[in-house]
Structures are given as structure tokens and as C-alpha cells.
T-cell receptor
Framework: EAGVAQSPRYKIIEKRQSVAFWCNPI?????LYWYQQILGQGPKLLIQ????????DSQLPKDRFSAERLKGVDSTLKIQPAKLEDSAVYLC?????????????FGPGTRLTVL | GESVGLHLPTLSVQEGDNSIINCAYS??????FIWYKQESGKGPQFIID?????DKRQGQRVTVLLNKTVKHLSLQIAATQPGDSAVYFC?????????????FGQGTILTVHP
């Protein structure tokens, strides 16, 4: 079974530029998550989708971050404009369904460096 | 807000020893806990989980202990191997309407010396 795919793996941009990350979850997984992992910290949930609807985006900085999952499969996370403190690894995860019983499978992440 | 934290940021052991990684949590409403392993350049990988109605759960070479009285979680790895070297995170789910939302702790770096 193929895992969660993410691209690009690495991205370097200057502050105030825009950047987008792409995620392809495991086939058949209804729930998709985007996490931000700052160096030395655990992942922090940014947004959670159930199919193409948002379940939780309470920790998403909506003035600069946006995410979509239009067809309920792939998802993109965008930052516009980027700030220095956005430097982090952005992890995508998916699970078969929403709820604590459903194991989350993580992709390898996209490492973003903002200069 | 509520948080999950770790007592020890680093742990260094010899191959074959048993490892114990600790985690303190502060949300008394949390009813589900997971340990993840994260190797360099990879996403977190599920190791073992435990529900709040249990105090111990065993897997292959791993055991998770939950002490709700003092809000403490631990991961025991038996006969630690070099391949166990990674960062280990505990995560909690607060239950209720949290829709499976996980709150992760800071992480402990485990280094296993051959």
C-alpha cells in the first residue's frame, strides 16, 4: 500500500514570498490533516479535513495560511506571504475516518526555510 | 492551553538495554494516548496506543504505561536496538468533540549505541 505522498520535499523562499505544498493521502482515506512541526517541537495540527469539508482549522493562521481539498482527495496548503517564523516541516497525514480510533499515517513532510 | 510535555529531552542507551521514555500530560479530559517514533527526514510513525480505561498495554518489544492519577505516560522499549534511535513523541486526544485531534509533546531523542 502506497503511503502519504508530499511534494516538494524541500523549499527555500524569502520572506513575503508565497509557497504551496501538495499532499496525496492514502487511497480511500477520508480524513486528511496538515501539521506544522517547528524544529525541536512536536507536530501542531493546522487543519483537518473530512472528505472535502473542514473539521478543525482553529490553529490555522488564516491571515496568511489557506488549505483546500476540493475533490476530497489531494490537498494543498498555501502560505502567502511567508514570515521567518513559518520555517518548519509541514506534515500531511491521513486516516480512514475521523476519530481517535483511526490511526493517522504521516507523509515525509516538506521542509520549508524562509530567509 | 492544555499541553503534553516530556521530562527528558535526550536518552542515550547501550544496545540490548531497556529504554524508558516518559511523558507528562496536563489535560485530565484526555482519554486516548499514542506514542510515535520519528526518524530523521520522515514523518511520525505509530508505535502503540492506550485508552484511559487501561493502565498498561504491550506490543512487540514495547509497553506503554498510563498513570492517570499523576497524569503520566511512559514507553518502555525492551532490548533496545540501533534501529530504535529516533525522536519519540507522546500525543493525546481529548475525546468528546475533538474529532481525533492530537496534541503532541515536545519529543525525546533516543540514541542507541552499538
Amino acid at each position: 500500500e502506497a503511503g502519504v505522498a508530499q511534494s516538494p520535499r524541500y523549499k527555500i523562499i524569502e520572506k513575503r514570498q508565497s509557497v504551496a505544498f501538495w499532499c496525496n493521502p492514502i487511497s480511500g482515506h477520508a480524513t486528511l490533516y496538515w501539521y506544522q512541526q517547528i524544529l525541536g517541537q512536536g507536530p501542531k495540527l493546522l487543519i483537518q479535513f473530512q472528505n472535502n469539508g473542514v473539521v478543525d482549522d482553529s490553529q490555522l493562521p488564516k491571515d496568511r495560511f489557506s488549505a483546500e481539498r476540493l475533490k476530497g482527495v489531494d490537498s494543498t496548503l498555501k502560505i502567502q506571504p511567508a514570515k521567518l517564523e513559518d520555517s518548519a516541516v509541514y506534515l500531511c497525514a491521513s486516516s480512514q475516518r475521523t476519530g481517535p480510533n483511526s490511526e493517522q499515517f504521516f507523509g515525509p513532510g516538506t521542509r520549508l526555510t524562509v530567509l | 492551553g492544555e499541553s503534553v510535555g516530556l521530562h527528558l529531552p535526550t536518552l542515550s542507551v547501550q544496545e540490548g538495554d531497556n529504554s524508558i521514555i516518559n511523558c507528562a500530560y496536563s489535560n485530565s479530559a484526555s482519554d486516548y494516548f499514542i506514542w510515535y517514533k520519528q526518524e530523521s527526514g520522515k514523518g511520525p510513525q505509530f508505535i502503540i496506543d492506550i485508552r484511559s480505561n487501561m493502565d498498561k498495554r504491550q506490543g512487540q518489544r514495547v509497553t506503554v504505561l498510563l498513570n492517570k492519577t499523576v497524569k503520566h505516560l511512559s514507553l518502555q522499549i525492551a532490548a533496545t536496538q540501533p534501529g530504535d534511535s529516533a525522536v519519540y513523541f507522546c500525543a493525546e486526544n481529548a475525546g468528546g468533540t475533538s474529532y481525533g485531534k492530537l496534541t503532541f509533546g515536545q519529543g525525546t531523542i533516543l540514541t542507541v549505541h552499538p
